[in-house]
């Protein structure tokens, strides 16, 4: 029986190598290779064709070789197979450090020493405490809960939005549509780590840019998502930048990836941008893990981390 890795976009040789070195008595393959269909038991992917899983007849699980499974959900033709996400400490600790990133970047006033910087000119501005920035997290799932501990851990005021409510030690929990106003109200720093479903889809738009705090210590609301490109209205926050109801945006995600040349994002004002980079998925780290599911599997053990098809996340 073997593993198929179907990775549209990624350079799949360093996937098959982690998954050998792994996994050595495993049989892995790719869609171009020859192989029977019914051999194949296991499929890894990251936006596999759409019906391309339809096609081998013996699949008994999907892993979403990353943590969002939108790729996947958006296939009307995806079999109903367990999908199996990605959670793992490699991944979670790289977007902690994007999320920390640019927290800093936007309350250290990044934007204003660089453009010092380039002028040559020394010019000092004040700086307020951590504890005087309140951090909203939409999304406090694996990443999100993450990166909230880190944030409190350097002084911020966190809170979090989710669908259902959460308890977390020291972190304001806000949930479901009536949470959302009264978490954005009291929200200076706002940062999506939402998974895109028909819910989130187009979520932080105008009205949602002019619920956030107005009298933080930043002169503005600022937005951070590195959750999917599609839950922002990205008019709408291009023209809060331009017009200054945003001080200032960190965005790893995209409605279109890569993000066109001619995109007018490219040129606003205090926006920082990485191309969908917040959190790799590592092939060693991730190939261990999947390994570790696929044996538990086979041992008659529960999968983890599978994906509710009705929540579509
Ligand atoms: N940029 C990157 O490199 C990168 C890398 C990995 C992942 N991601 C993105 O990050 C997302 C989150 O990953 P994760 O592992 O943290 O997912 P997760 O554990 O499933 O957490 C998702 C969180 O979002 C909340 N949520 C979902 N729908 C909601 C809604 N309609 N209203 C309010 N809250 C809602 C969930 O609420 P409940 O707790 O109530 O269920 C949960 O707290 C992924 O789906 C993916 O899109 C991006």
Do not use: C
């Not at 932080?204 to 107005?214: E, P």
């Not at 001080?247 to 941008?273: C, H, M, Q």
């Not at 390994?291 to 098809?309: F, K, M, S, T």
């Amino acid at each position: 029986m073997s593993i198929l890795v179907a990775v549209r976009g990624w350079k799949p040789d360093h996937w098959i190598h982690a998954l050998r070195a792994a996994a050595p008595e495993r049989t892995v393959v790719l869609p171009g290779d020859a192989f029977d269909p019914a051999s194949v038991r296991y499929a890894l992917v990251w936006k596999p064709e759409p019906g391309y899983l339809r096609t081998l007849p013996k699949l008994e699980v999907i892993f979403s070789l990353g943590a969002g499974v939108d790729h996947l959900t958006s296939d009307p033709q995806l079999p109903d197979l367990p999908v199996v996400r990605i959670v793992d400490p490699d991944l979670t600790g790289r977007m902690t450090e994007w999320v920390v990133m640019n927290v800093l970047l936007h309350h250290r006033q990044h934007t204003h020493y660089a453009a010092a910087q380039a002028a040559g000119s020394w010019q000092p501005r004040r700086q307020w405490a951590a504890g005087a920035v309140r951090v909203g997290i939409m999304g406090l799932g694996e990443l999100g809960t993450d990166a909230a501990r880190a944030l409190m851990a350097l002084g911020f005021e966190v809170a979090g939005w989710s669908r259902t409510e959460k308890r977390l030690d020291g972190v304001a929990g806000f949930h479901g549509p009536d949470g959302l106003a009264p978490f954005l109200a009291r929200t200076d720093i706002l940062v999506s780590l939402l998974p895109l479903t028909a819910a989130t889809e187009n979520l932080i738009d105008r009205a949602v840019i002019d619920g956030l705090a107005k009298d933080g210590p930043l002169g503005g609301p600022v937005i951070l998502n590195a959750g999917r490109g599609r839950s922002l209205v990205e008019a709408d926050l291009l023209a809060a930048l331009e017009d200054g109801r945003l001080k200032g945006a960190s965005l790893d995600v995209f409605a279109t990836e890569p993000l066109p040349p001619d995109s007018p994002l490219w040129r606003a004002p205090n926006l920082y941008i990485t191309p969908h980079v917040a959190a790799e998925s590592d092939p060693e780290a991730l190939s261990r893990y999947v390994i570790g599911e696929i044996a538990a599997h086979e041992a008659g053990r529960p999968l983890g981390h599978l994906v509710d098809r009705d929540k579509g996340y």
